[in-house]
């Protein structure tokens, strides 16, 4: 097979899900595939610069807005007639109209159209007033779990047969390391001397941050006392109002908003803390759990959207519009060190039904189905 794959966004949009998928995606099929020919447009990348030979770059000019989503709007542009089949990762978004060849997309999720006032205006009329012809433009889909599966094919009357799951997983830098060594590393870095829960993702409201600060505020004050609430992401407009919220609730000196962490030290973050909270309203797939969980930590999540599918019996679940419940269950997971420890345990059998090679394999199995225009085995998965 001869595949193109626009890699741009593991380039721009890298410590976001779709730029780690772009980016791990294109490094585990080098690594898995060494038969198919890839053509990737992408600008220079320092992680991806050791791919196969069967893999040629194709160079793309550097980002020219803050925008990623404006910059990744114009289509690469496409000379070679050769391509049998043409990737865009970043749900469609930049894939062009003219080509020859077969087209598939990832399509990650479709919050935009299931909670339109969490994302940008921006991102909003990409979905409304684009995603319709993208997807009448390209012969199927590639998705990130059986959840996103439905909820695309429901919405847009997509036949299931075309659209194919590939799970997300951790990248190798997240594994078990040593807590005491992670806590002051981050001691010194980050001036964070106590111990502390973690919650890691976007600050955007379906992220249910406001409900994790409510949760935090109900708990007993000797555990408020012994553990800060740590919240890693990059600040977004929605910052001041949970700042503002930890000081009516008079947590702020409890509370703890790195802004964004380099990849490097995410995985400190996860074997430090206690447990992952993770109370997200609505997820696609939900990379920090996975993160977290490869890293053996406890995680507590949402019971709701992908996040029972890829949490299966390893976290503790909650309804994310139950602040009681959430604030129940991280005063368990604090107080009561047998149920940690069964929790560490299920986090990392679970983290290993997910990997880099299994979603690369999936992909080039989806790849070949659609360029033969067979789906007798669309939903068969490698393990």
Known sequence: MKIGIDGRAAKWYRGTGIGTYTH???RSLSNADYNNDYLVFMPQCDSLNNLQNNFKIEPVESASSNSFWDDIKMPNILNNSDMELYHVPQNGVGLSSNIKCKKVITLHDIIPLRMPETVSDRYLRIFNDELPQ?????DGIITVSEFS????AKEFNFPLDNIYVTALAAEDIYKPLSKRECKELITQKYGIEEDFILYVGGFSPRKNILGLIEAYSKLPNNLKEKYKLVVIGRKGPSYDKYKTRTETLNISDKVIFT??????DMPLFYNATEVLVYPSFYEGFGLPPVEAMACGTPVIASNVTSLPEVCYKS????DPNNIDSLAYDIERVLSNSLLRLTMVKKSLTRSGDFSWHKTALNTISAYKNIITGSNQKANEFID
């Open 24 to 26: 791990e995606l294109i």
């Open 134 to 138: 993208i997807l009448d433009n390209c």
């Open 149 to 152: 599966k439905n909820d695309i």
């Open 259 to 264: 802004d964004f962490v380099p990849l490097c």
């Open 315 to 318: 976290a503790l679940l909650i």
